[in-house]
């Protein structure tokens, strides 16, 4: 028995990807974070299409935004997303810039941090952590993660 969410995930990596060498594979979560408290993230791997008849793997540019409720991430680096028959599973290292609303330090001199991140998912379970600083000092942030989505 082949589950749906299988079906479904590879369906949408093949919908992108019929025909060509070229896929577009999504990225989709919800997550309890620190700083972030609560985030939905968003996004895309483009790149190759490694796929066979049954599977869909991509692998490349990885781009998401990640508003969250105190403060918001954008992501840019290297992505790669699987869906098969019975396993969906995806991993993202990335260059993390997070706006903070206030939440990490009231008395940092900047609410901006650059850093990076790395995000793994197996399944519908999808973990993160990351280190950040700040633009204007040594302040850093370890930044962290799990929610559901791929």
Not at 20 to 34: D, E, G, S
Not at 53 to 82: M, N, Q, R, T
Not at 121 to 133: I, M, R
Request: proline share 5%; glycine share 12%; aromatic share 14%.
């Amino acid at each position: 028995m082949i589950p749906i969410k299988s079906i479904f995930l590879g369906s949408l990596l093949f919908a992108f990807s019929a025909n060509c060498l070229f896929a577009v594979a999504p990225i989709l979560n919800i997550k309890a974070t620190h700083p972030q408290d609560v985030s939905l993230e968003a996004g895309l791997i483009l790149g190759p299409d490694f796929g066979s008849d049954w599977s869909s793997s991509s692998h490349g540019l990885a781009l998401s935004i990640e508003p969250g409720k105190s403060g918001h991430k954008a992501h840019v680096g290297y992505g790669y997303f699987e869906a098969a028959p019975g396993m969906i599973r995806s991993l993202r290292v990335t260059g993390t810039y997070y706006w903070d609303a206030g939440h990490v330090s009231s008395s940092a001199p900047s609410d901006d941090y650059y850093g990076f991140q790395v995000t793994g998912g197996l399944w519908f379970v999808v973990c993160s952590a990351g280190v950040l600083w700040n633009t204007q000092s040594s302040d850093s942030v370890v930044t962290f993660g799990v929610g559901v989505g791929f």
